[in-house]
């Protein structure tokens, strides 16, 4: 068995966008974070990491064969193509209320990130 | 981290293709919330089938090939292998009633 290594976290000014973005984004779309803000935590961190890496928030629950042509064709961009479309989010980021998962927040502080994904 | 081992690319047809017993793939990937979510069903499962079903994980950004190998595209994907044959597979955050439903058909 191997040592997993520790994933790098991303650049405080990307995650600080894209926690305002989800804050903004739930409000305006009627859909909340996670019950389990932890999940919430990690999407936020992969979608920043991300736009670190390759200039846009493409999906962290995906596997892309090439990340920067699934930029480039910006369905898998957050906001995705089905969450906009019809409100579905696999990430569990953004949540109806209708959805068993869903919890009643729809803000999270940059600190409430961090120290969940500081753990990993 | 969970109990399951990681596989790699290069170990995956020892580990996977090659066990005796059927085998349960957790692809992941480290910002992924719903992977966090389900890692510890995953953990649960081991320890409830130990002996009769080898849990592993495969970090799908570290090991591309066997994720493109196996098609994966929404994460989590958990497959399951039996004879070295990918012989079912569940897609997201799901309850361990569901997975453990899954794996006893092939056991």
Not at chain 1, 83 to 96: D, Q, S, V
Not at chain 2, 26 to 39: I, K, Q
Not at chain 2, 61 to 77: F, H, K, M
Request: hydrophobic content about 35%; aromatic content about 8%.
């Amino acid at each position: 068995m191997q040592t997993p290594e520790k994933p790098t976290q991303a650049t405080d000014k990307s995650l600080e966008a894209m926690r305002h973005f989800s804050e903004t984004y739930a409000k305006r779309t009627g859909t909340y974070f996670c019950a389990d803000l932890g999940v919430t935590a990690v999407v936020i961190e992969g979608l920043a990491k991300h736009k670190d890496e390759l200039g846009a928030p493409l999906c962290p629950c995906r596997h892309y064969e090439d990340k920067a042509a699934e930029v480039a064709a910006a369905y898998w961009n957050c906001p995705c193509v089905p969450m906009r479309e019809r409100k579905e989010c696999h990430c569990m980021l953004f949540l109806t209320p209708d959805n068993d998962f869903a919890g009643d927040q729809q803000e999270i502080s940059f600190e409430q990130v961090r120290t969940t994904t500081s753990q990993y | 981290m969970s109990a399951a081992a990681q596989v790699t690319d290069s170990t995956f047809k020892q580990e996977v293709l090659e066990s005796d017993v059927p085998v349960l793939v957790d692809f992941w990937a480290p910002w992924c919330g719903p992977c966090r979510m389900v890692a510890p069903v995953v953990d649960e499962i081991s320890e409830q089938y130990v002996g009769q079903v080898k849990v592993v994980k495969v970090n799908t950004d570290e090991n591309p090939s066997v994720a493109s190998q196996y098609g994966i595209r929404s994460i989590p994907t958990l497959m399951i292998f039996k004879g070295g044959q990918r012989v079912d597979m569940v897609v997201g955050a799901v309850p361990k009633t569901t997975l453990a439903s899954t794996l006893e058909k092939y056991l």
